[in-house]
């Protein structure tokens, strides 16, 4: 009787413990801050962040302007200017020394937030024990 043989696995009549799949999904969140800005008159980032660079360069280049006169009146000793480097101190400081200072109010209409949490999906699949 070698010859035919029933094809059973290995695991005939053996248990087979259940298999269990988990898929998880992330949970989003999407924020709206359209209506913070128009209430407060504000601009939106990235246009914000352009004209900060732009007036960060034009400060930049009226900086080097007024140190090359500062350097050109500590230079130009001859012209009889009386204490020089103190009168370019007080200068800097009424320049510089001055701030400002705007509290704003809050916004009448909040931040639209919005979450998405999503189940998890759980699949189980029984095997148990295989009929002898």
Not at 68 to 96: L, P, T
């Amino acid at each position: 009787m070698s010859g035919i043989q029933p094809l059973l696995s290995s695991d005939w009549g053996k248990y087979r413990p259940a298999e269990l799949t988990v898929r998880l999904t992330s949970p989003e969140m999407i924020t709206d801050w359209t209506s913070v800005f128009d209430d407060l008159g504000l601009k939106r980032p990235d246009s914000l962040m352009n004209e900060i660079g732009q007036q960060s360069q034009g400060i930049y280049l009226s900086n080097i302007a007024l140190k090359a006169q500062e350097g050109d009146r500590v230079a130009n000793i001859s012209s009889g200017e009386k204490n020089v480097f103190g009168h370019i101190a007080h200068e800097r400081y009424m320049r510089n020394g001055q701030k400002e200072v705007t509290l704003e109010a809050l916004p009448r209409q909040g931040v639209y937030i919005d979450f998405r949490i999503y189940p998890p999906e759980i699949q189980v699949d029984p095997r148990g024990v295989l009929p002898k």
